[in-house]
């Protein structure tokens, strides 16, 4: 048992680091072989030193962490917002055909609409500066792919398993909740998985956009006032963490699948 608990953190590690590792050498290729100023371009090495070996490295990393940490929060709210709204939906979707006819039109539209495109009316809608943006920008984001994943999943339910639910006198709405969903899990935890990066994205696409706050508001202005350690260390430190967190949701993926006997994706 504890042998099946630590080969998916063993395994997320391993995937996590080589990741990292082609990142960052694509990114040193990226400065190494291309002519742009070394005042604007900043290196692996460079942003290391900015954030732990400089004489202000301890005052660097104390101005981007409450940057850090309001981005971080942006995201969580904008991927439980949809993933909630895509689970509510497919839920809806699977039980009934009418819904689905009627509303799924809308999303793909909303869905055709490019989100920086939108972006101003549901800030004009919701309020510049406010949380309801943020959430709603980053909703978007997170809810089409995720839907299109968990209704996958509910539709593959075993045909066997909802015959015996019907037999016995079970609802639609029992076989949803005690067949449709626990299969699902796996579409389930994939979805989360690719909301991750989405949820961050569009995190930071709010901040940019609406509230002025986090990294995606301070990008623009480090930008603006030749700040390029901080603007490279900030794009540097948010990529890492959201490679992180999509490896998290795998290890708990893995884990919880493995308990429930089913089959585990490690890849």
């Keep these: 048992m504890r042998t099946l608990s630590w080969m998916p953190v063993l395994r997320a590690a391993a995937n996590t680091l080589i990741t990292l590792v082609i990142v960052l050498l694509l990114w040193q290729a990226l ?3 291309t002519s742009v100023s070394p005042y ?5 090495a460079d ?11 301890a005052d660097n990393r ?9 981005t971080l929060q942006d995201a969580a709210l904008g991927f439980v917002v949809g993933m909630l709204a895509a689970l509510v939906l497919a839920v809806l979707f699977s039980m009934s055909k009418a819904i689905e006819a009627g509303v ?4 793909l539209l909303l869905r055709s609409i490019p989100l920086v495109a939108i972006a101003p009316v549901i800030i004009l809608i919701t309020g510049r500066g406010t949380q309801a943006s943020v959430a709603v920008i980053g909703s978007i984001v997170v809810l089409f792919p995720a839907l299109a994943a968990i209704m996958f999943g509910l539709s593959r339910a075993s045909r ?3 015959d015996v639910v019907h037999v016995y006198g079970g609802t639609r709405m029992t076989a949803m909740r005690k067949v449709n969903v626990p299969g699902a899990l796996p579409s389930l935890f994939a979805a989360a998985r690719v909301s991750v990066p989405g949820a961050v994205t569009g995190a930071l696409l ?16 480090f930008s603006a006032s030749a700040k390029f350690e901080e603007l490279w260390a900030s794009v540097a430190v948010i990529t890492i963490l959201t490679l992180l967190l999509y490896n998290l949701v795998q290890i708990v993926e893995s884990i919880v699948l493995s308990r429930r006997g089913m089959v585990v994706s490690l890849t």
């Design 31 to 33: 400065i190494s072989f």
């Design 40 to 44: 604007v371009a900043k290196g692996p």
């Design 47 to 57: 942003v290391w030193a900015f954030l732990f070996t400089a004489e202000d490295a």
């Design 62 to 70: 104390a101005t981007l962490a409450p940057l850090l940490a309001q």
């Design 104 to 107: 799924m039109p809308l999303a």
């Design 160 to 162: 066997e398993s909802l």
């Design 206 to 221: 709010a901040e940019w956009l609406s509230t002025g706050q986090g990294i995606g508001g301070m990008i623009q202005k």
